[in-house]
């Protein structure tokens, strides 16, 4: 088992920047890819952005050229730098990870999941 836990979600004005973290714990051995889905109020869940454990990333159409993921594998963590933000990326953030290196568009396949965190921009 994989454990997940996100931090760094909040209120902020759009045009600012937030930095999500997300600690794995347990068997980290297994996982081949980690990635960020977003969901907001009656939309459905989306791809934010992902990296690979050889380091190949993934974004959402939505985010490029104003997310950045990282990651610090000394630390087993994945970060989510969040930049321009915009009203309509409020959303739950979901940290996610998997066994596998592919990341869906709903993320209906990753094996393991975070317990979401609040982001929340105001014009």
């Known amino acids: 088992q994989v454990q997940l836990v996100e931090s760094g979600g909040g209120l902020v004005q759009a045009g600012g920047f937030l930095r999500l973290s997300c600690a794995a714990s347990?068997?980290?051995?297994?996982?081949?890819?980690m990635a960020w889905y977003r969901q907001a109020p009656g939309k459905e869940r989306e791809l934010v952005a992902g990296?690979?454990?050889?380091?190949?990333?993934k974004y959402g159409d939505s985010v490029k050229g104003r997310f950045i993921i990282s990651r610090d594998r000394a630390k087993n963590t994945v970060y989510l730098r969040m930049n321009s933000l915009r009203p309509e990326d409020t959303a739950v953030y979901y940290c996610?990870?998997?066994?596998?290196?592919?990341?869906?568009?709903?993320?209906?396949?990753?094996?393991?999941w975070g317990q979401g965190t609040l982001v929340t921009v105001y014009s």
């Open positions: 990296i690979t454990i050889g380091g190949s990333t």
């Open positions: 996610t990870a998997d066994r596998g290196s592919y990341f869906g568009p709903s993320g209906d396949g990753m094996d393991y």
């Open positions: 347990g068997s980290i051995s297994s996982i081949n890819a």
